[in-house]
């Protein structure tokens, strides 16, 4: 069974930084795109920015140039660099990826329980 774990997030001051981490462990003979999403309170979850397997990387308008998403291949780990934060760059992040865990089957879609960034005004 895959799992995505995620790390990093906590409480910060606005104009701060955080990084979060993603791991995906388990039985993988591929991983494809990987993603981080945010749900904030009362809104519908947003794509925040992804990389592909050779990172290309595609970023929403929000947070172009503040955040900066990166992968590890070798540790199948995903990172988003998070400076100069807002408070409305408060939610929930999750970590996504498309990934292989069969060799013969489709890539399937996988997501982390999330992490919690607030920050503070």
């Known amino acids: 069974q895959v799992q995505l774990v995620e790390s990093g997030g906590g409480l910060v001051q606005a104009g701060g930084s955080l990084r979060l981490s993603c791991a995906a462990s388990g039985i993988i003979f591929k991983i494809n795109d990987m993603a981080w999403y945010r749900q904030a309170p009362g809104k519908q979850r947003e794509l925040v920015a992804a990389?592909?397997?050779?990172?290309?990387?595609n970023y929403a308008d929000s947070i172009q140039g503040r955040f900066t998403i990166s992968r590890d291949n070798t540790k199948n780990t995903v990172y988003l660099q998070m400076n100069s934060l807002k408070p409305e760059d408060t939610a929930v992040y999750y970590c996504?990826?498309?990934?292989?865990?069969?060799?013969?089957?489709?890539?399937?879609?996988?997501w982390g329980k999330g992490t919690l960034v607030t920050v503070s005004a």
């Open positions: 990389i592909t397997d050779n990172s290309r990387t």
């Open positions: 996504n990826a498309d990934l292989y865990d069969t060799a013969w089957g489709p890539s399937m879609d996988y």
